[in-house]
């Protein structure tokens, strides 16, 4: 008996091993996300992706929008609709092959690699052979706290009004997203007042992790933080935590905390020279910039951005003709208004200058093909100088700004910082001299139109810069300052609140 | 075609060869000893056309009925031969066609019996053995034979199906300049998981990539596997569609099982084809989109642009030094397009003995694209060898091969939108690359600006592909009694496509700043092999004459190897040498590859049991097994019962008209497994795209969704068939299919996934009803006239959703009880006569003059046809044979939005004759609003405006041909020889068509316009 039915058990054993393995298939190629930042060596890659998702938000959407929604652009007949629409502020919810819908998707998209990456890393971290790998899962996940934070303020900035726009900062931010979200979770949006906070929170935390990176983890600590100068500016690190805190409470009107942090930076990262600076738009790769604090490396990518402007093509835009007057001569920062047509243009162009955004014309030559290459900078040390000077001139500190500007100016027309004379000195005076100096270093950096809002001044542009009548002017507070929220966005999430003065969307 | 020349010389040696094998074979096959029972009888075995044997036959010489004798149980019969010469037989059996057989001298004489009413009789094969006669059937099926498809165009064989079958359509696409084609059976079941039935050939199911009907290449183009067969080697095409037939096909079948059978050898002595067809291919202008021409653009462009508050001092396109406008008036179809033409040649021997027959055939197929710069030669080879290795067991033997080489050309899909005041190209012949033009508002100011129309690209860029594709099937089947047999199917297919591309650098792209200025090339190869085994036991028995029981089992495995790699490089010394090895950066040249694997396993169980050919029942049963699935639902079950009712076969039955009625009703399961199957766990994606400087990275490309489970169709079906005087037949078949657990990639807010996330969302149903009817007007010595109509009605709905599952798309949302396709638009209330301005009726019907998708409704207007089909009418007289068929559509709306801007893009695009009918004098109403360059920005959103009524008549197919009497061609040698001619996609009409204004007929094909062809072929018999 007992033959009997080892001989069936040992049959049907046979006949399930033989199903088996004839189904039997190794997956290949792409991997579950469980296994993926299991790993590693994934999960570092994954930290490299997650850069990449922010130089995708930069480069393709959010630097523009924010320029275009300023007013130092003129447009040309070839923007294509959605420059037009938001050109014009007509963009609306139904806009969802542009803006309204871009940088949303964008920006969540980052935020959804930092959410894995901080979902996975702790038990990653608790299976590492040795510190080197250790160090590496650390890095990443401080790399997904500063990301997050980015992000979350990117987000903000573009569907949100500015932090000062309410008195208790409690008008409509974004949703916070601190957990890998599913799909029947509740997503609404929080209060800028809370969004503010829990940036500051992930900044925080990414710098406390730098900390421990540097003290626990030898030479290594050091070159993976860079918590004293700056060695990789393609990656996140220490300066970048300080130098984004001392932008978020400069938005905040905070002013001791952003001088505290911008003078932190300044300390450590010093400014490019002037026979550097036009290289290091326009030899970007090669010339990252001494003052580059965090630049998204745009190296064999579509170059968006460049694309925009570039007048070897049919640019959407130009510099508004109004902008250039406001150098001096001898200003360097008036070079990236020029183009110069190289000789392989048709007849009309080649040799010939006109007016162009030159910050992102970078071509790299990756082997015989030029490559475009937008490595746009999120921070750089200019853009903490002027932060100092704004938050010490708020704070009645007028020698601390005047000096500050001095160094911006001096760099810019090639005279020491002492010989710059400026004759401003009243609060109000600097504070103007300060917006003026930010316009011309950080034109088309993708800081313009909330610059404008922040300060609550109303967006005046100049005749001629193709606007439509109705969007030469544009008073603030307004409600187009911010996006709508895109119909797909509010048909596929009930719990998702249009902003003021856009259509809501009620479902059938 | 330098391959063309050689390849045909050695197709007739080969023929050659294989004749003078058969001839040998034939000397040393002896038949099976004969049961003579004297020296003076006449005997034999009788069968009817399955090969099955017939009881009862009477056989009795001519006009000596009273010698008449009857064959036994299997089929033999004996009868004695009066003395003299040349005595004819005759051979009786109710429902057959009675025989007549001129007898010189006694000894064996084998007879077939044909079914004297073929559309009944007809023997339709499900696969796995299973073979039914019509009447017989459970399930519903329809079959289509090489008769029916011998004038259709060669190109490709789904095509071919275009309005013959009920039920199936047939969507053309030519949009990319290269056709696709998209088979529904039924309507759309499916939202995420494909909804293209499963091809079979000869039992080996055809490998399609997973989701879509095409092997993805990897570049630019994909080839349908289809496309690489040779029509001419069709047998006959049968379409499944219940779940009876269905379910046997189990996870792959729900869409629909196209069984394809290839043409056999036949017994005896060598027969041979040849057919030489050439055909004109052009496109019926009359079916282009229309546009303007320059001075209307013109007149419109200046119109547009003072509307706005432009000055015309500024207006961008004025006659400047560099380039002039005036007088220029290009029609740009004629960039793009040419009359092209195609060729097919075909040639097939078969013959053999009792023991062996062999059938080769080989085709060449050349197309010259009426879509510029496509073409496709094809080569094709087949054969087909059945041996009888011993008293009961048999083999056959089949080998395919083809060989498609493709130029591909993907048209540059606006260039109809290209202003026509531009040109092509420079005076001195060159290709224009730049236009020179104002672009600035408030200035008249010109400036080079790029013109892309990619002619320089046509010419000078390099794409083709290269598809190869083999196919070896081995068939063995042992029959240990006339009720039993065991049958293994072996097939391996093998494919491979290459494509090699270059991009020159010499066109506007190569010497441009964006991408390389020294050539880049770049070469993909994918391969599949596909391994099929299958095992099944059939078991088929008449018991006393009445009960007759069937019954089989099977067990099949396949497994698909999909590897895929590709090479490329740039920085080339110049675009004579494109190779990748010859770049000369040795930093550019970067390879990948991957694979990809697909295992199944299945049982497989089909019983039968009929009553007096009266009534009959059947049950069929898959359990399969799929690699992709996950874990919890690897294994999945499919089954399908039937039953049916021969109501003329009653004793009671008796009718002086109604020839023939049987009902017929089934029910199953049918499943689909086609989809992306990395969505239960979600998936990182480590690629090129994603790295950051030069670190590899990764991102999260799928979000996961653990409670994902697979999709599951409930067929059924009803079937009435009547036949009226044996020469109407109707056949109505109403079904209903529900599937449930839909797969989609539903919309979620982009917090979550931004390009949606798999889920199980709802259920949705088909539901619809089919007719054919078939007659024979006419037939008599001389003329004979047969007509066929088929017709159908789909109705799709979404019957639940399991939670709220918006699409996110603008004209469809679905909801429960609407069609999944419903449109779901603002109504458009047309133009306010007083300032022009669109206007829109809001949510409560009253007239607004803001859009917004808030407004929008359920429209009546259904997408759905009310009626769709085919009729063809086949005339014959004398020797001449006249088919002309058309396909028809009945109700259904079309949305199509692309041409109503009201002038927004009016500067940089040419507009539609529609433009035309706008608005201008206060007071006076018209069509469209008023006409201003970037004016009105929503005036062309999705609205009712975008609606085209899909009623239509399509002339598909017309042939005539004549058979040159036998008498003249004998002397010539020729047993045989047909001169045809054919023409296909002659002509389109829908009732709002206008010689100046767009309409359905023009927007119906696309960017593209309708593809016809005219042809003559000669095929000849020896």
Redesign the interface.
């Known amino acids: 008996m007992s033959v009997v039915s080892a001989l069936t058990f040992g049959g049907c054993k046979a006949w399930t091993d033989m ?1 088996t393995s ?5 997956p ?7 296994s ?2 299991g790993t590693v060596e ?1 999960y ?3 930290g ?6 922010l ?1 995708q938000l930069y480069d393709k959407d959010y630097v523009r929008y924010a320029e275009i929604m300023g007013d130092l652009l003129k447009i ?3 923007a294509n ?1 959605g420059d ?2 938001a050109f014009n502020y ?1 963009l609306e919810a ?1 806009h969802v092959a542009t803006y309204p ?1 871009n940088i ?2 964008e920006g ?2 980052a ?3 930092t959410n ?1 990456l901080l979902y996975y890393g702790p038990d990653l971290k608790k299976n590492c052979a040795n510190d080197a790998q250790k160090a590496i899962v650390d890095r990443a996940m401080a790399y997904a706290y500063f990301g997050r934070a980015l992000a979350h303020m990117a987000l903000c900035n573009c569907y949100g009004q500015p932090y000062n726009f309410t008195d208790t900062h409690d008008h409509l931010g974004v ?1 916070i ?1 601190d957990f890998i ?3 029947t ?1 509740v ?1 609404g949006r929080k209060s800028v007042a809370k969004v503010y906070a829990k940036i500051i929170e992930d900044i925080e935390a990414a710098m406390d992790i730098f900390q421990k990176i540097s003290a626990n983890y030898g030479a290594d600590g050091e070159k993976y933080a860079q918590i004293n100068s700056i060695t990789d500016c ?1 990656h996140i690190s220490y300066i970048a935590c300080e130098a984004l805190l001392a932008r978020v409470y400069l938005y905040m009107e905070n002013w001791d905390k952003a001088a505290e942090y911008s003078d932190k930076v300044i300390k450590k990262v010093q400014l490019s020279p002037r026979d550097e600076y036009v290289n290091m738009f326009r030899e970007s790769q090669d010339n990252p910039g001494k003052e580059a604090i965090l630049r998204l ?1 745009g ?2 990518k579509t170059p968006s951005t460049g ?1 925009l402007f ?1 007048p ?3 640019p959407s835009f130009e510099p508004v003709p109004a902008l250039s007057n406001r150098f001096d001569a001898s200003d360097i920062r008036k070079e990236l208004l020029t183009y110069v047509g190289e000789p ?3 007849e ?2 080649a040799g010939k200058s006109f007016p162009a955004v030159c910050k992102f014309l970078y ?1 790299k030559s ?5 490559k ?1 290459c937008n490595d746009h900078f999120v921070l750089r040390c200019s853009e903490m100088y002027l932060i100092h000077a704004e938050a010490s001139a708020q704070n009645n500190d007028i020698t601390s700004a005047v000096n500050d500007l001095k160094a911006i100016i001096g760099r810019a027309t090639g005279v020491a910082a002492s010989a710059v004379t400026i004759s401003a000195s009243t609060k109000d005076q600097v504070l103007s001299l300060v917006a003026d100096e930010r316009v011309k270093e950080l034109c088309f950096e993708g800081h313009r139109l909330f610059d404008i809002t922040r300060r609550k001044e109303n967006l005046v542009r100049s005749n ?1 810069c ?1 606007a439509r009548s109705d969007a030469l002017t544009i008073n603030y507070p307004n409600n187009r300052f911010v996006l709508p929220i895109d ?3 509010l ?4 719990n ?1 609140q249009q902003n003021p003065g856009y ?1 809501e ?4 | 075609m330098r391959c063309g020349k050689l390849f045909l010389p050695l197709l007739l040696s080969l023929i050659v060869a294989v004749s003078s094998v058969q001839s040998g074979w034939a000397q040393g096959a002896a038949g099976v000893p004969p049961q003579q029972k004297t020296k003076q009888d006449l005997f034999g075995k009788i069968v009817d056309d399955t090969g099955e044997p017939l009881p009862g036959v009477v056989v009795f010489p001519k006009g000596e009925m009273a010698k008449a004798v009857t064959s036994d149980l299997d089929g033999n019969y004996s009868v004695r031969v009066p003395s003299g010469k040349n005595i004819t037989f005759v051979f009786q059996f109710l429902g057959m066609e009675t025989q007549e057989i001129a007898v010189s001298a006694p000894g064996r004489k084998d007879v077939v019996m044909k079914s004297d009413n073929l559309l009944e009789e007809a023997v339709i094969s499900v696969g796995y053995g299973l073979a039914q006669k019509r009447e017989d059937m459970v399930g519903s099926a329809f079959q289509v034979t090489s008769d029916q498809l011998k004038f259709r165009p060669a190109e490709r064989m789904d095509n071919m199906l275009v309005g013959m079958v009920p039920g199936l359509s047939v969507i053309e696409d030519s949009s990319g300049g290269r056709p696709s084609v998209k088979l529904r059976v039924r309507g759309d079941g499916s939202l995420s998981a494909s909804n293209e039935p499963l091809w079979i050939i000869d039992g080996v199911p055809v490998y399609n990539n997973g989701n879509s009907s095409g092997i993805a290449g990897m570049g630019s183009s994909s080839i349908s596997p289809i496309s690489l067969m040779n029509p001419d080697d069709i047998e006959s095409m049968t379409v499944l569609k219940d779940a009876s037939t269905v379910a046997l096909y189990g996870a792959d079948g729900s869409n629909g099982v196209i069984l394809v059978t290839t043409k056999k050898a036949k017994s005896g002595k060598l027969s041979m084809n040849a057919s030489v067809r050439y055909g004109y291919d052009d496109i019926d202008p009359s079916t282009r989109i229309k546009y303007l021409h320059s001075k209307e653009w013109m007149a419109l462009a200046k119109e547009g642009w003072v509307n706005s508050g432009r000055d015309i001092k500024n207006f961008p396109y004025q006659d400047n030094e560099y380039q002039t406008y005036t007088g220029v008036d290009t029609n740009w179809y004629q960039y793009y397009q040419r009359p092209g033409s195609s060729m097919q040649v075909n040639l097939s021997a078969s013959g053999g003995s009792d023991r062996m027959n062999t059938l080769i055939s080989g085709g060449y197929y050349r197309l010259k694209s009426p879509y510029k710069g496509n073409s496709t030669d094809r080569f094709t080879f087949r054969e087909n060898t059945s041996v009888k290795l011993a008293n009961k067991l048999s083999a056959t033997f089949i080998l395919d091969a083809s060989f498609t080489k493709n130029q591909i050309f993907s048209s540059y899909s606006t260039f109809h939108e290209i202003l026509p005041i531009f040109e092509p190209y420079n005076e001195d012949g060159s290709y224009r690359w730049y236009n020179y033009y104002s672009s600035d508002d408030n200035n008249y100011n010109v400036t080079a600006k790029k013109f892309w129309t990619y002619l320089d690209a046509m010419d000078l860029n390099t794409r083709y592909s290269n598809s190869m594709n083999v196919k070896g099937s081995a068939t063995i089947k042992y029959k240990p009694t006339d009720h039993l047999s065991f049958t293994s199917q072996t097939a391996a297919t093998f494919m491979n496509v290459y494509e090699a591309y270059y991009d020159s650098k010499y066109t506007l792209s190569g010497v441009g700043s964006d991408t390389s200025k020294t050539g880049s090339s770049t070469r993909y190869a994918v391969f599949d092999y596909d391994y099929y085994i299958k095992l099944h036991a059939n078991y088929d028995r008449t018991f006393g004459g009445k009960h007759k029981v069937t019954g089989m089992a099977g067990w099949e495995w396949r497994s698909v190897t999909h590897p895929y790699l590709s090479a490329s490089a740039s920085g080339f010394v110049n675009d004579n040498i494109q190779e990748v090895s010859y770049s000369t950066y040795s930093d550019l040249r970067r390879g990948t590859s991957n694979v990809s694997y697909k295992k199944n396993l299945s049982y497989i169980a089909q019983a039968s049991y009929g009553y007096d050919k009266r009534y009959n029942i059947s049950a069929n049963y898959r359990r399969q097994g799929n690699s992709a699935f996950s874990e919890y639902s690897k294994w999945s079950d499919f089954a399908s019962i039937g039953a049916s009712w021969n109501v003329h076969r009653e004793i009671w039955f008796e009718s002086r008209y109604l020839s023939s009625l049987s009902i017929k009703g089934t029910f199953g399961t049918a499943g689909n497994s086609r989809v992306n199957t990395s969505s239960s766990y979600g998936a990182y994606t480590l690629s090129d795209s994603y790295y950051y400087g030069a670190n590899p990275g990764a991102v999260q490309t799928s979000t996961p969704n653990p409670a994902l489970s697979w999709e599951r169709t409930f067929k059924t079906d009803f079937q009435i068939q009547l036949g009226f005087l044996k020469r109407f037949h109707l056949t109505v078949e109403p079904y209903r299919e529900l599937t449930t657990n839909v797969l989609y990639n539903a919309r979620v807010s982009s917090i979550v996934d931004d390009s949606g996330i798999y889920q199980n969302i709802g259920e949705i149903s088909n539901n619809g009803i089919e007719f054919i009817f078939e007659s024979v007007n006419i037939k008599n010595k001389d003329f004979t006239w047969s007509t066929s109509i088929n017709g159908a009605r789909n109705r799709n709905m979404v019957e639940k959703l399991y939670g709220d599952a918006y699409t996110g798309y603008f004209d469809h949302i679905w909801i429960e009880g609407q069609s999944k396709d419903a449109h779901w638009l603002v109504r458009w209330a047309g133009v306010d006569p007083v300032t022009g301005a669109p206007m829109w009726y809001d949510k409560n019907g009253d007239l607004t003059y803001t859009f917004s998708y808030e407004d929008r409704v359920f429209q009546p207007y259904s997408h759905q046809p009310d009626l769709y089909g085919g009729v063809s009418n086949d005339f014959t007289w004398k020797n001449f044979n006249l088919r002309v068929m058309f396909d028809y559509t009945i109700g259904g709306w079309l949305y199509e939005s692309v041409f109503r801007d009201d002038g927004y893009s009016v500067i940089d695009e040419n507009q539609v004759p529609e433009a035309l009918d706008h608005w201008t004098t206060p007071g006076v109403g018209n069509l469209n609003p008023s006409f201003i360059y970037k004016g009105w920005t929503n005036s062309y959103y999705n609205s009712t405006r975008c609606l085209y009524n899909k009623t239509s008549v399509q002339l598909r197919s017309v042939s005539l041909s004549y058979s040159v009497p036998k008498n003249i061609v004998k002397k010539a040698g020729i047993e045989a020889c047909t001169l045809s001619l054919i023409g296909n996609n002659l002509y389109f009409w829908s009732p709002a068509q206008s010689k100046t204004r767009n309409s359905y007929k023009t927007v119906r094909f696309g960017n593209q316009g309708m593809r016809r062809e005219f042809s003559f072929q000669v095929s000849l018999n020896f």
Request: glycine share 6%.
């Open positions: 199903e004839l189904l039997h298939v190794d290949i190629g792409k991997s579950t996300v469980a993926f930042l994934g570092q890659a994954a490299e992706g997650m850069h990449y998702r130089y040309t007949v070839d609709e037009y629409l007509q139904e819908r949303w998707t969540w998209s935020i959804t690699e894995n949703p997203v979200p599913k799909y979770d997503l393609y490396n190296y064999d694309n570039d070897a093509r049919t392989t243009e048709p009309m162009y071509r990756i082997g015989a093909e030029e475009h001629g193709g119909r797909m966005e048909q596929s999430n009930p998702m259509q969307y009620t479902a059938q």
